[in-house]
Protein backbone atom coordinates (compact mmCIF):
# COMPACT_ATOMS: atom_id res chain seq x y z
CA UNK A 1 0.00 0.00 0.00
CA UNK A 2 1.35 3.12 -0.88
CA UNK A 3 0.85 6.44 0.98
CA UNK A 4 -0.82 9.23 0.13
CA UNK A 5 0.71 12.14 1.49
CA UNK A 6 4.44 11.92 3.11
CA UNK A 7 4.99 11.40 6.76
CA UNK A 8 7.58 13.42 8.87
CA UNK A 9 11.40 11.89 8.99
CA UNK A 10 13.99 10.98 11.56
CA UNK A 11 17.03 13.60 11.66
CA UNK A 12 19.01 9.99 10.31
CA UNK A 13 16.24 9.59 7.65
CA UNK A 14 16.60 12.98 6.84
CA UNK A 15 20.81 12.43 6.48
CA UNK A 16 20.00 9.33 4.34
CA UNK A 17 17.69 11.37 1.70
CA UNK A 18 19.93 14.13 1.75
CA UNK A 19 22.63 12.00 0.97
CA UNK A 20 20.93 10.22 -1.54
CA UNK A 21 19.47 13.35 -3.30
CA UNK A 22 23.31 14.35 -3.20
CA UNK A 23 25.03 11.67 -4.68
CA UNK A 24 21.77 11.87 -7.58
CA UNK A 25 22.25 15.27 -8.19
CA UNK A 26 26.44 14.67 -8.51
CA UNK A 27 26.13 11.45 -10.52
CA UNK A 28 22.74 10.69 -12.11
CA UNK A 29 22.24 7.37 -10.92
CA UNK A 30 21.45 6.58 -7.21
CA UNK A 31 24.21 5.44 -4.48
CA UNK A 32 24.66 1.50 -3.44
CA UNK A 33 23.40 0.71 -0.14
CA UNK A 34 27.18 0.36 1.37
CA UNK A 35 27.93 4.18 -0.26
CA UNK A 36 25.46 5.60 1.40
CA UNK A 37 26.73 3.52 4.47
CA UNK A 38 30.47 4.97 4.11
CA UNK A 39 28.87 8.44 3.39
CA UNK A 40 27.30 8.74 6.82
CA UNK A 41 29.54 6.36 8.60
CA UNK A 42 26.50 4.27 9.33
CA UNK A 43 26.32 0.03 8.50
CA UNK A 44 24.82 -0.91 5.80
CA UNK A 45 21.71 -2.76 7.93
CA UNK A 46 21.40 0.72 9.03
CA UNK A 47 21.12 1.96 5.73
CA UNK A 48 18.65 -0.68 4.36
CA UNK A 49 16.19 0.05 7.16
CA UNK A 50 16.55 3.84 6.91
CA UNK A 51 15.96 3.47 3.60
CA UNK A 52 12.57 0.72 4.08
CA UNK A 53 11.23 3.92 5.81
CA UNK A 54 11.88 6.43 3.17
CA UNK A 55 9.83 4.22 0.87
CA UNK A 56 6.99 3.78 3.66
CA UNK A 57 6.88 7.28 4.21
CA UNK A 58 6.31 8.08 0.76
CA UNK A 59 9.95 9.68 0.40
CA UNK A 60 11.54 7.29 -2.07
CA UNK A 61 10.39 4.53 -4.54
CA UNK A 62 12.57 1.29 -5.32
CA UNK A 63 12.27 -1.63 -7.54
CA UNK A 64 14.22 -4.91 -7.41
CA UNK A 65 16.91 -3.37 -10.77
CA UNK A 66 20.45 -2.45 -9.37
CA UNK A 67 20.53 1.15 -8.10
CA UNK A 68 16.61 1.38 -8.01
CA UNK A 69 15.88 4.05 -5.74
CA UNK A 70 14.27 7.52 -7.02
CA UNK A 71 13.36 10.14 -4.96
CA UNK A 72 9.36 11.11 -4.94
CA UNK A 73 8.56 14.10 -7.09
CA UNK A 74 6.93 17.07 -5.22
CA UNK A 75 9.19 16.73 -2.17
CA UNK A 76 9.95 19.79 0.46
Do not use: F
Not at 15 to 37: G, W
Amino acid sequence: MEPTSKQPLTRQQKAVLDALRDHLAMHDIAPTYQQLAETLGLKKPTICAHVKSLVAKGWVTKTREWNSLKLVEGEA
